[in-house]
């Protein structure tokens, strides 16, 4: 099937008030903008010097959403075009991007990233020091960032009961967190659910979802 027929059948099951961000990392810009020409603006990329590639080589009317873990001393590569950092786990990393911003006289959108997933291996701020963060004056102080929802990632498990359970859990905290409202904090994003669990995840509150592999394929990682 082409990259095309995916995007349109997915976006068929998508309701309105749903955003869907195309997973683009390791694909390479030919398949971006077959993408980019059935419709497709929001692209999202794990790897910060890729995105800040295909950045300078697509059209710029694209946002783009960096979906993985970030580094701090990356976030000068994407300060200038990224318009959503999905990952954000930390002040530390809260106080770099709107230091970036700064220098670009930049807004960027920001969502905290909470830990849902019962492993390991997933970043993420536990709920309650969201909540203090959120209410901080040091964060009330970062006039270069936008705190615009949440995100979370499901534990990798094939146990649909367990991933229901904690879109719940993320959905729970954005509606414990959504009432502060500050002037650098706005609440209503709720990022959550890839292309195996998007339809679930949308059932359990997703307003944005992150589909990859259902439209452009399997991936490459040996590129």
Known sequence: MSIKHN???????????????????????????????????????NKIQEMADKYQEMPKDIKWHMIGHVQRNKVKYMAEFVDLIHGVDSLKLLKEINKQAIKHDRIINCLLQIKIAEEDSKFGMRIKDAE????????????????????????FTDNKDQIKEEFLRLKSAF??????????????????????????????????????SSIFGARNYNN
């Open 7 to 45: 995007l349109d059948t997915i976006k068929q099951t998508l309701p309105e008030h749903v955003t869907l961000v195309a997973v683009s990392k390791t694909k390479p810009v030919s398949d971006l903008m077959e993408a980019y020409n059935a419709g497709q603006r929001i692209f999202g990329e």
């Open 132 to 155: 203090e963060l959120l209410l901080s004056e040091t964060v009330s102080e970062l006039k270069n960032i936008n705190i615009v929802g949440l995100m979370g990632m499901a534990t």
């Open 175 to 212: 509606e414990d967190l959504k009432d502060i409202q500050t002037s650098n904090c706005n609440l209503q994003t709720i990022s959550m659910g890839m292309s195996g669990d998007y339809k679930l995840a949308i059932e359990c509150g997703s307003t944005m979802v992150r589909v990859g």
